[in-house]
């Protein structure tokens, strides 16, 4: 009898540690950092490579959040990176148009589909579902949920 209370003491203790790691396991790794082959850090070269010209370029000197020269490359109105000093900081995807994160979601995905790639999100703040980088924590994937579905994709520098 005190052999199975051990058995059943030590089988609690697995589980506790291996839910307190499923809840950690929400944080991506800087590796998922991804929207449509561009990942976080890619040149404005490489993805002008990719994507050709863009539709707008727009150059700031000074940003709010950014050090640096800031210029955003929207293509149409539904894809923009974001550079600081000729690095991707910043990938939003706001329509459904084919760009999918690494994990293959993408804008129309369902809330499901994001919590069977990603788990349960970090945070959740009104209709964005935040999973932060483990490596960095100002880093990350937004998913803003309407209607049970993704409206909206932000990967990179949170702000």
Do not use: W
Request: with cysteine.
């Amino acid at each position: 009898m005190i052999v199975l209370k051990k058995v059943f003491a030590s089988l609690a203790a697995g589980a506790i540690l291996t839910t307190g790691t499923a809840i950690c396991a929400a944080s991506v790794a800087p590796a998922a950092l991804v929207a449509g082959g561009i990942e976080y850090g890619a040149s404005s070269d490489y993805v002008q490579q990719v994507y050709s010209t863009p539709t707008e370029i727009e150059t700031k000197h000074h940003h709010e959040f950014f050090n640096g020269v800031v210029t955003k490359y929207e293509y149409g109105d539904s894809f923009e990176v974001t550079f600081v000093d000729g690095l991707a900081r910043h990938i939003e995807v706001s329509r459904h148009n084919g760009i999918k994160t690494a994990d293959g979601i993408e804008v129309g995905s369902t809330l499901e589909a994001v919590k069977a790639a990603y788990g349960e999100p970090d945070k959740i703040h009104g209709d964005k579902y935040i999973y932060y980088c483990d490596a960095n924590r100002d880093l990350g994937i937004v998913f803003e949920i309407e209607n049970n579905k993704v409206d909206e994709i932000e990967i990179g520098y949170l702000d």
